[in-house]
Nanobody, 116 residues
Framework: VQLQASGGGLVQAGGSLRLSCTVF????????MGWYRQAPGEQREPVAR???????DYGDSVKGRFTTSRDNNKRTIDLQMDSLKPEDTAVYYC???????????WGQGTLVTVSS
């Protein structure tokens, strides 16, 4: 299983970016798909996840600003980020957690930089 993320870049505060992640290989149900981020000097934290029954889970700092979605036909997971803040600056990783095998798969990370 491989995950390939794209869409990072530099944006001004208040702007928007959309990240996309393509899944190559099979991830069986039940699973959790989503996005994490890691800022310099910080631990990796969950940002937005699609849980095994389809419910959505967002980190407190991004609620109301970020939206995640998946397209099973295209095998993609997207993260729409609006009203970006400088504190959103981080490397963003897409991830897939196969709950049947307990394997965790990570994309390569994409850098998002928000300037003030």
């Amino acid at each position: 299983v491989q995950l390939q993320a794209s869409g990072g870049g530099l944006v001004q505060a208040g702007g928007s970016l959309r990240l996309s992640c393509t899944v190559f290989g099979n991830i069986f149900s039940p699973n959790i798909m989503g996005w994490y981020r890691q800022a310099p000097g910080e631990q990796r934290e969950p940002v937005a996840r699609i849980l095994s029954r389809g419910s959505l889970d967002y980190g407190d700092s991004v609620k109301g600003r970020f939206t995640t979605s998946r397209d099973n036909n295209k095998r993609t997971i997207d993260l729409q980020m609006d009203s970006l803040k400088p504190e959103d600056t981080a490397v963003y990783y897409c991830a897939a957690h196969d709950l049947s095998t307990l394997n965790m798969y990570w994309g390569q990370g994409t850098l998002v930089t928000v300037s003030s």
